[in-house]
């Protein structure tokens, strides 16, 4: 492996957002000349949850959120040298089809992009305090992440 792989990974961005966000921005944010892989993943709202159909989601998160996807995306850079990540997850409310969480990882090697962005991606669904409350057609509502932090 090449000399790209000695060095620690690096965060260009990680936090919440209360705007759209998209994976395209998430890419361009993370390539440079360096890159030969660049791995995005983008989780969508659905209209279905547990055999039930979902209308709308609205995510809530803790006041320190930014600060702790912060933490999680230097652990996971520290992980994976030579890469370049960039995760955000919206909070608000997201109608179906919106995008609720975008990762995107960037490296010399295909390999190192798909374990970071898998590694990015799980991190900050299981350890960000963010919470999801869906909306069902039949009017009832439930609240995801409360006890099990997702």
């Not at 659905?46 to 006041?63: E, M």
């Not at 959120?65 to 933490?71: C, F, L, N, Q």
Request: proline residues 3%; charged residues 20%; negative net charge.
């Amino acid at each position: 492996m090449g000399t790209e792989n000695m060095q620690a990974g690096v965060v260009v961005f990680a936090g919440v957002s209360s705007e759209p966000i998209d994976q395209a921005s998430a890419w361009d944010a993370v390539e440079t000349e360096a890159t030969g892989a660049v791995v995005t993943f983008g989780g969508i709202v659905r209209n279905h949850d547990g055999g039930r159909a979902v209308t709308r989601l609205n995510y809530s998160g803790h006041p320190t959120v930014d600060a702790r996807i912060a933490e999680l995306a230097a652990q996971v850079a520290a992980e994976h040298p030579g890469t370049r990540l960039w995760v955000a997850h919206r909070v608000g409310e997201l109608a179906i089809g919106d995008s609720a969480l975008v990762a995107a990882a960037a490296s010399a090697h295909r390999g190192q992009a798909f374990e970071a962005c898998r590694a990015l991606v799980e991190a900050v669904k299981y350890g960000a305090p963010i919470w999801k409350e869906q909306f069902f057609a039949d009017g009832d509502t439930e609240w995801v992440g409360i006890d099990d932090q997702r």
